[in-house]
């Protein structure tokens, strides 16, 4: 077949590259092997250009081929407490990247492009040494990463053991991800309210992490600590018990449980819990809640036997009520196949933001709890179809978009994106120690070994992360907000007509 002039060009092209580089070597025997690499891998690249040869066959054999049997051979790495206890050294056998990770299995679900409007308010003026340094006055520790290890320096001891587990979930997602966090420095608050409010915008706000906050605070939302487990009072890391939760569902079917609303929590902690007990049945009034009060101090001495979340999937309706801030109950409620009754929250977590009234949820009045709760039991036993999709719908949204692997994905990207920010770069503090798995679990006993055991990650990854989406335009993120907002207004305006009948 006659060669088109352009044809002729590059193969002159390639003969010129070809005869200079053997002039060289012939001239240098003693060329680099640097060279060679080099020159091998222009000449790869021209040819690829040129289209001779196809690279997306090579990269299609090496993971096909290659990838394949390296992912086989994957071999775990499990605590290494002989080493710890005769070194006190974290381990210098962990991976240093993720061998192979298959490619992203998809777009990370709806409620991720929340980091975005949390991260909002440094986008301008980003985030300096000064700001995270201003975050310390709340803080119970500030965590670092440099170079592919954690260090955590800590300021004051936390409710419980939060900080523990907060600090082995940042531990887990290295084992997840290694190599794949850049440096950073944060703070960490693990109290229950937020504490940075909107009115440091313009005065370099503190970027402070916690649990929750809300719409006139600027704190930073993460997965709170009893997804690797709460030792205190006997429940197991989230990935156990999702697996129990599900077993509970499927041991009544919704149509036979209980046709009222359940809560059963300590209402000690704020005054609108005890509001909430006042709605229990009496001889005069049944509200169509069924109320229980929990006593933790005794539930101890029984060895839990009575507050096992899996066993509380019994009735048609779940109560939600925030305590002191948010509540960590919110998950395990929305769990249950049966809908969640939601009191108009003040405080946000990291998912919720995600959900939608009506769709995943019942909103129920904070300001008049008793009839409030009793017309959503009334319309529910009178709506059974719609009500069991909402429940229905709320489940399988904690089951599938809350599974563990996306919360971990979760707390990838937001430190991923709030590193992008930093406008210094990160240094081991002075008074810092390097964490990992084994300085955390293997000093530690009872359901606090136990619980880190349990929710390990014990191998890397065998694919990256889901993907980012992107941040909200202005005009979709207000018309998510609409949305919400109609869907509570139009309960509101159907329980202002049942209780106008009643009259």
Same mark, same amino acid.
């Given at each position: 077949?006659?060669?088109?002039?352009?044809?002729?060009?590059?193969?002159?092209?390639?003969?010129?590259?070809?005869?200079?580089?053997?002039?060289?070597?012939?001239?240098?025997?003693?060329?680099?092997?640097?060279?060679?690499?080099?020159?091998?891998?222009?000449?790869?690249?021209?040819?690829?250009?040129?289209?001779?040869?196809?690279?997306?066959?090579?990269?299609?054999?090496?993971?096909?081929?290659?990838?394949?049997?390296?992912?086989?051979?994957?071999?775990?790495?499990?605590?290494?407490?002989?080493?710890?206890?005769?070194?006190?050294?974290?381990?210098?056998?962990?991976?240093?990247?993720?061998?192979?990770?298959?490619?992203?299995?998809?777009?990370?679900?709806?409620?991720?492009?929340?980091?975005?409007?949390?991260?909002?308010?440094?986008?301008?003026?980003?985030?300096?040494?000064?700001?995270?340094?201003?975050?310390?006055?709340?803080?119970?520790?500030?965590?670092?990463?440099?170079?592919?290890?954690?260090?955590?320096?800590?300021?004051?001891?936390?409710?419980?053991?939060?900080?523990?587990?907060?600090?082995?979930?940042?531990?887990?997602?290295?084992?997840?991800?290694?190599?794949?966090?850049?440096?950073?420095?944060?703070?960490?608050?693990?109290?229950?309210?937020?504490?940075?409010?909107?009115?440091?915008?313009?005065?370099?706000?503190?970027?402070?992490?916690?649990?929750?906050?809300?719409?006139?605070?600027?704190?930073?939302?993460?997965?709170?600590?009893?997804?690797?487990?709460?030792?205190?009072?006997?429940?197991?890391?989230?990935?156990?018990?999702?697996?129990?939760?599900?077993?509970?569902?499927?041991?009544?079917?919704?149509?036979?449980?209980?046709?009222?609303?359940?809560?059963?929590?300590?209402?000690?902690?704020?005054?609108?819990?005890?509001?909430?007990?006042?709605?229990?049945?009496?001889?005069?009034?049944?509200?169509?809640?069924?109320?229980?009060?929990?006593?933790?101090?005794?539930?101890?001495?029984?060895?839990?036997?009575?507050?096992?979340?899996?066993?509380?999937?019994?009735?048609?309706?779940?109560?939600?009520?925030?305590?002191?801030?948010?509540?960590?109950?919110?998950?395990?409620?929305?769990?249950?196949?049966?809908?969640?009754?939601?009191?108009?929250?003040?405080?946000?977590?990291?998912?919720?933001?995600?959900?939608?009234?009506?769709?995943?949820?019942?909103?129920?009045?904070?300001?008049?709890?008793?009839?409030?709760?009793?017309?959503?039991?009334?319309?529910?036993?009178?709506?059974?179809?719609?009500?069991?999709?909402?429940?229905?719908?709320?489940?399988?949204?904690?089951?599938?978009? &809350?599974?563990?692997? !996306?919360?971990?994905?979760?707390?990838?990207? *937001?430190?991923? @994106?709030? /590193? +992008?920010?930093? %406008?210094?770069?990160?240094?081991?503090?002075?008074?810092?120690?390097?964490?990992?798995?084994?300085?955390?679990?293997?000093?530690?006993?009872?359901?606090?070994?136990?619980?880190?055991?349990?929710?390990?990650?014990?191998?890397?990854?065998?694919?990256?992360?889901?993907? &980012?989406?992107?941040? !909200?335009?202005?005009?979709?993120?207000?018309? *998510?907000?609409? @949305?919400? /907002? +109609?869907?509570? %207004?139009?309960?509101?305006?159907?329980?202002?007509?049942?209780?106008?009948?009643?009259?």
């Amino acid at each position: 077949m006659k060669k088109m002039p352009w044809s002729r060009s590059l193969d002159f092209q390639r003969d010129s590259m070809l005869v200079g580089f053997w002039k060289s070597v012939k001239n240098r025997p003693k060329l680099a092997l640097s060279q060679l690499f080099c020159f091998i891998f222009i000449s790869v690249s021209f040819l690829a250009f040129a289209g001779w040869i196809d690279l997306s066959q090579y990269s299609k054999y090496y993971y096909s081929q290659i990838c394949s049997n390296k992912t086989a051979k994957t071999l775990e790495f499990p605590l290494d407490c002989s080493s710890w206890n005769r070194t006190n050294v974290c381990p210098k056998t962990y991976p240093k990247s993720q061998p192979c990770p298959k490619p992203s299995p998809g777009s990370c679900p709806e409620y991720f492009r929340w980091i975005h409007r949390d991260l909002r308010h440094w986008r301008e003026t980003g985030i300096t040494e000064a700001m995270v340094e201003k975050a310390r006055r709340t803080a119970h520790f500030r965590l670092t990463i440099s170079g592919g290890k954690m260090y955590v320096e800590k300021f004051r001891q936390s409710i419980q053991t939060r900080d523990l587990f907060t600090i082995w979930g940042f531990a887990q997602l290295m084992r997840l991800y290694p190599g794949r966090l850049p440096d950073l420095e944060l703070m960490f608050d693990c109290d229950d309210r937020p504490v940075v409010p909107e009115a440091e915008i313009g005065r370099g706000p503190p970027p402070v992490f916690r649990y929750c906050s809300d719409s006139r605070s600027l704190d930073i939302v993460f997965p709170d600590w009893s997804f690797w487990g709460w030792a205190e009072i006997n429940i197991r890391p989230w990935r156990s018990m999702l697996k129990a939760i599900k077993e509970g569902n499927a041991k009544t079917r919704w149509e036979d449980r209980v046709p009222y609303a359940y809560w059963k929590g300590n209402p000690h902690v704020c005054p609108w819990r005890g509001e909430l007990m006042q709605c229990n049945a009496t001889d005069q009034n049944d509200w169509n809640a069924r109320l229980y009060v929990q006593n933790w101090d005794a539930e101890a001495k029984e060895g839990y036997q009575h507050s096992n979340i899996e066993d509380q999937c019994t009735h048609r309706y779940k109560i939600y009520i925030e305590g002191w801030g948010w509540s960590v109950s919110e998950k395990y409620i929305f769990a249950c196949d049966s809908p969640t009754l939601l009191m108009t929250q003040r405080w946000h977590d990291f998912f919720i933001r995600g959900m939608t009234p009506q769709k995943h949820y019942w909103p129920v009045k904070d300001s008049d709890k008793c009839r409030s709760l009793k017309f959503a039991v009334e319309w529910g036993n009178n709506h059974t179809a719609k009500a069991k999709a909402i429940g229905e719908r709320g489940s399988r949204f904690i089951h599938e978009d &809350m599974k563990m692997e !996306y919360v971990y994905d979760y707390i990838f990207h *937001l430190l991923n @994106e709030y /590193a +992008k920010l930093l %406008r210094y770069k990160p240094k081991v503090p002075p008074n810092a120690v390097e964490v990992c798995s084994e300085s955390l679990a293997c000093s530690a006993d009872g359901n606090w070994r136990k619980f880190m055991e349990e929710s390990m990650e014990k191998s890397a990854s065998d694919s990256a992360p889901c993907t &980012m989406p992107p941040p !909200y335009e202005d005009q979709e993120f207000k018309a *998510l907000v609409d @949305e919400q /907002a +109609k869907a509570t %207004r139009q309960v509101e305006a159907w329980e202002e007509r049942y209780w106008a009948k009643q009259r």
